[in-house]
C-alpha cells in the first residue's frame, strides 16, 4: 500500500527518516508515523482526531470539500433515489448490493430476529415513565450482551454476521418499546407481513386493537414510509464519526458486540452529534420567530456565549453535506402536501439563509448537516422530540455492525490506546496532614 514515503528530518539529531505515505482509492493520503515514537521518541498530537485516521475501511467514503458521501462507492442521492434502509444495510454489512434472492433471504432472517426475550421487556418496564428514550436505548440495547454471551464466539465470522442481524432486527423494536413505555401504551409486537420502516411505524403508533387490522392508517401512508426510508437511508454510516469509533475503540478490546453498540449509542446521544437533530427543534421552538433569528447568529458568534447554531457546522463537510440537500428537497415535498405546514420549516429556511449570508459561516465553512432538516420530517411523522436521535440509533446500527465486522475480520487488529501529552505534576513526595 506505500506508494511514496515522506521524509521527516530533526537537524539535532541529525537525522531524516522516510515514513510511508499511503494511497487509498479516493481521498487523502496517509502518513504511516507507527514508527514515529521509536524512531524519534516523541508523540503526534491531535485532540479531535481531525488529522488522524484510526484505520483502513472500504465501508463509506466522505470528500468533505466536494460534499460527496458514497455507501460501498455508491454515491448517495443514488441510494437515496432507488435504494430502501434494508437493502443499504445488506450493501454496508456485505459490500455488494444483493440480487432479489440475496435480498430476500436477508429480510426474511431480520423478520426471523425480530422479536425480543420477554425478560428484555420487563428490563424497559423498569424504567420511569419520564426517561428520556435515549438513556433507556443505551441501557436496554447494552443489557442484550447479558442475552447474548455465552457461546457467543466473536472470532467466528458466523456468530458476528449473526449478531449484526440481530442488533439490525432488534433495535426497531427496542426503539418502539422504550417510546411505548413512556407513554404508557401497550407494546406492540412485530408483524410479519409489514416490512421494516412499516413494522417500525406500527410498533410506535398503532394500538393493541387495531394493529393487525388497519393497513391504512395514516402512520402506513406510503410517503410515510418512503420518507423513513429515506431518513434511514441518510443516517446509515459516515465513515469514522464519533460514536462509530466509540464501537471500534470498544470493540478493540473484543468486548461483547452488544455492550459495544451500547457504547456507540451513548457517544451519539451527544448534542454535538446525533443529538443535535432535537437539539435543532428545541433552538428553533426558542427562536420561535424569524424575527429573532439575528439575535441568535449574533449568540452563535459570541466567543463568550456557549450558544452554537445547532444542525450547522461539520468536522468533515466544509461544504454542503448531501444529505442535508436531499432531506430539504423531501421536506419542501411532504409539507407542499400538509394543509398546514410545519411553520418550524419556513423559520429553519429563514435561517439558513440569513445565516449563510453572515460572514462569520461563510468564513468558517459552516453549512447546515444533516440534522438541521431530519427533525422537520420526523416531526411530520409525529415523532416525538426525544425520539429523534433514537431514530438516528436505529439507522446507525447498519454502519456500527458493518464496521465492526470490519475491524473484527482484520487480522491485522490491535486494541486502541492513543497516548497523551501530559501536563501535570512533576514528581513530588508524599507529604502527611502536618507536613501539607
Ligand atoms: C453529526 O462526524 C460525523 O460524521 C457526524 C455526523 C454523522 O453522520 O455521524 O455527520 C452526524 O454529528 C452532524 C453534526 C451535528 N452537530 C451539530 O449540528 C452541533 C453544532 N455543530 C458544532 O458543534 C460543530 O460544528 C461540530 C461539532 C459539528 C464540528 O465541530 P468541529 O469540527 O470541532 O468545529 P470547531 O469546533 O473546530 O469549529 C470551527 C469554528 C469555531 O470558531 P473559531 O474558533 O474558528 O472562531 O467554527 C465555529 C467554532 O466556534 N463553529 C460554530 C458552529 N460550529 C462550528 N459556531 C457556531 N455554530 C456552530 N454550529
Redesign the pocket.
Known sequence: MANKTLKISDEELGKTVSFPLYEGTLGHPTLDIQALNKEYGCFTFDP?F?STASCKSSITF?DGDEGVLLYRGYPIDQLAEHSSFLEVAYLLMHGELPSSDQFAEFEAEIKGYSNIHENLRGFIEGFHYDAHPMAMMVGVVGSLSAFYHSQLDIDDPEHRRISSMRMLAKMPIIAAACFRHTTGEAFIYPRTDLDYCENFLNMMFSSPSEQFFINEADYLDPLAVKALNLLFIL?A????????STVRLASSTGANPYACIAAGIAA?WG???????E??LSMLAEIGDVSRIPEFIAR??D?NDS???????????KNH?P?ATIIRKTCHEILAKQENPDPLFALALGLEEIALKDE??ID?K?YP????YSGIIYKALNIPVEMFTVM?TIA?TAGWVSHWQELMADPAKRIGRPRQLYTGKGVRDYKSFEQR
Open positions: 479531535g481531525a466522505i443516517h454510516d459516515h465513515e469514522q464519526n464519533a460514536s462509530t451519539l448534542p454535538a452529534h446525533g443529538g443535535a437533530n437539539a435543532v452563535a458568534k466567543k450558544f452554537r447554531l445547532m444542525g450547522f457546522g461539520h468536522r468533515v463537510y453535506d444529505r462569520y459561516f468558517r459552516l448537516n444533516v440534522d438541521f438516528f446507525r
